[in-house]
Nanobody
Framework: QVHLVESGGGLVQAGGSLRLSCAASGSIFSVNAMGWYRQAPGTQRELVATITSGGSTNYADSVKGRFTIFRDNTKNTVYLQMNSLKPEDTAVYYC??????????????WGQGTQVTVSS
C-alpha cells in the first residue's frame, strides 16, 4: 500500500516563510505528477500548485510568485516553499501524487493534511 506523509506545517506570522514536505512510500513503481491543495475553513479544497515528473510547474494565481513547488525524485518527495505568507493562506494543506504500483495502474493518493496558520 502507498502512503503519503506530510510535514512542515505550523504557525507563522504574515510575511514569513514555511516549507512543507510530502514523502511517498510503499511498493512504488513510478510517481507521475505531484501537487499541493489546500482547504480553508468554510471553503472548498483548491489547487495550489502541481509539478509533473519532468519538472513542469503550475500555480494558482493567488500564490504565483510567492510559492514554489519542487520535488526530489530520488526520495519520492514533493515540497512546497511558501514565502511572503498572508493570513489568507491559512488552511489545511494536502499533498497529492499520481502513483503506479507494481500491481496497479496509476492512481491518485493523498496525504493526511498539515495545518498552516498565518497570523496578522
Amino acid at each position: 500500500q502507498v502512503h503519503l506523509v506530510e510535514s512542515g506545517g505550523g504557525l507563522v506570522q504574515a510575511g514569513g516563510s514555511l516549507r512543507l514536505s510530502c514523502a511517498a512510500s510503499g511498493s512504488i513503481f513510478s510517481v507521475n505528477a505531484m501537487g499541493w491543495y489546500r482547504q480553508a475553513p468554510g471553503t472548498q479544497r483548491e489547487l495550489v500548485a502541481t509539478i509533473t515528473s519532468g519538472g513542469s510547474t503550475n500555480y494558482a494565481d493567488s500564490v504565483k510568485g510567492r510559492f514554489t513547488i519542487f520535488r526530489d525524485n530520488t526520495k519520492n518527495t514533493v515540497y512546497l516553499q511558501m514565502n511572503s505568507l498572508k493570513p489568507e493562506d491559512t488552511a489545511v494543506y494536502y499533498c497529492n501524487a499520481r502513483i503506479r504500483t507494481y500491481v496497479t495502474m496509476y492512481d491518485d493518493y493523498w496525504g493526511q493534511g498539515t495545518q498552516v496558520t498565518v497570523s496578522s
